[in-house]
Nanobody, 114 residues
């Protein structure tokens, strides 16, 4: 499974960004698709995931601000990020779990200025 992430950039606090991750296989075949992030000097952490059946999980620190969803037409998983904070600044990476293997896309940098 190949994953191609896009949509990062620079935004002011309170603004929004939309990240997209296109998969090389049908997203309905892949068990779980999700997003992780890694801020400078910190460990990578889970942000959100969505299963092939549509079940979603969001990390507590993004609930009410970020929403994960699928774009079926583009065979992609989308992370809509609203009410961004400077502490959301990180490299966001797309992740897939499929047939007992894990796959990572390249990261996309999100920078939130205060």
């Amino acid at each position: 499974v190949q994953l191609q992430a896009s949509g990062g950039g620079l935004v002011q606090a309170g603004g929004s960004l939309r990240l997209s991750c296109a998969a090389s296989r049908s997203i309905f075949e892949i068990g779980t698709l999700g997003w992780y992030r890694q801020a400078p000097g910190k460990q990578r952490e889970f942000v959100a995931s969505i299963t092939s059946r549509g079940g979603m999980i969001h990390a507590p620190f993004v609930k009410g601000r970020f929403t994960i969803s699928r774009d079926n037409a583009k065979n992609s998983v989308v992370l809509q990020m609203n009410s961004l904070r400077p502490e959301d600044t990180a490299v966001y990476s797309c992740h897939a779990a499929w047939r007992d293997s894990e796959y990572w896309g390249q990261g996309t940098l999100v920078t939130v200025s205060s």
